[in-house]
């Protein structure tokens, strides 16, 4: 993995410095994805890849995976759909903002999810939390590590979102700064839960987990139209934090379901989270108090 996405990003780098093309992150892409399909291949011990039938596989992917193909369609609205509704409710320009704040701080989340991913799922495949108190214990413990780790990195991102942004882009773009602060404090909810829905995968329970990424994506695309009706901007990031509060009560019954819910864990990154949200928007209240001028009135 870490091969192939050095080989692409060098790619993308110098096809950049080329053609002076956006199509060279396309380029790039292709040509990571294509050089950890020859690694796949031919480096990874063990027996080669050959094509071929096997019954039982076929009717896994068609029972398991087409629930798992309709939560990867909700999953996509969940992921994306903030930019698809924001487009009809700000300029260019205030989208352009809204996404470097975006980017900058989706990456806490998007590297828990990853890691959580890779390691919880096989970790509640073969210890089930269900089946021992050592196994819950183990599971709790895992699950401590990684949402203290994401805290850590929002908690950066939420108190050194103007420094951040003053670091990497000039002046047109500071207003991104208090983007970024308001969007790390509106993922604190998304990092409580963000643990329990590979317990459902893990139990082969694809069906209910569709059912809690189809509501999860329903509250948001509900929360974001409604607030960005209301507040713009603002009130969007607002609706996405009431979605994600929202969910929880799903959240815990598809955890329950499968022994996996944390009651200490939630209480414990509940009020810290409580605190960081309110520490990091009273100390940035200056430029949040402008990003409610800038954005705050929905384009008509």
């Excluded at 989208?95 to 900058?104: A, D, R, T």
């Excluded at 959580?116 to 196994?135: A, D, K, V, W």
């Excluded at 000039?170 to 969007?183: E, F, K, Q, T």
């Amino acid at each position: 993995d870490l091969i192939s996405q050095v080989i692409g990003i060098v790619s993308m780098v110098t096809l950049a410095w080329l053609t002076q093309s956006v199509w060279a992150l396309v380029a790039g892409w292709i040509v990571s994805s294509g050089a950890r399909l020859l690694l796949v291949t031919w480096a990874l011990p063990g027996p080669k890849s050959r094509l071929g039938w096997e019954p039982a596989a076929a009717h896994d992917l068609l029972h398991f995976g087409f629930w798992l193909f309709l939560s990867t369609a909700c999953g996509f609205l969940v992921a994306q759909g903030d930019k698809a509704i924001l487009g009809k409710y700000l300029t260019l320009e205030q989208l352009g903002l809204y996404n470097i704040g975006f980017f900058l701080a989706s990456f806490p989340m998007l590297l828990g999810q990853t890691i959580g991913g890779r390691i919880l799922i096989p970790l509640y495949r073969e210890r089930p939390p269900g089946e021992s108190p050592e196994n819950f214990a183990r599971l709790r413990q895992m699950r401590f590590i990684l949402s203290g780790s994401v805290f850590v990195l929002l908690t950066v991102m939420a108190f050194g979102g103007e420094w951040i942004v003053d670091l990497m882009y000039d002046a047109r773009y500071s207003a991104a700064g208090a983007v970024l602060v308001l969007i790390a404090v509106v993922q604190i909810p998304s990092v409580i839960g963000m643990t329990y829905d590979q317990s459902a995968l893990a139990a082969g329970d694809s069906r209910n987990y569709f059912l809690l990424t189809a509501a999860r994506a329903g509250l948001l695309v509900t929360g974001l139209v409604v607030g960005a009706e209301w507040l713009g901007l603002v009130g969007a990031l607002v609706g996405q934090a009431l979605a994600a509060i929202a969910v929880y009560p799903l959240l815990i019954w598809l955890a329950r379901r499968h022994r996996a819910w944390d009651w200490l864990h939630d209480l414990t990154f509940a009020g810290l989270g409580l605190l960081i949200a309110v520490a990091a928007i009273s100390l940035d209240s200056g430029p949040i108090g402008e990003l409610l001028t800038l954005f705050g009135r929905a384009v008509p």
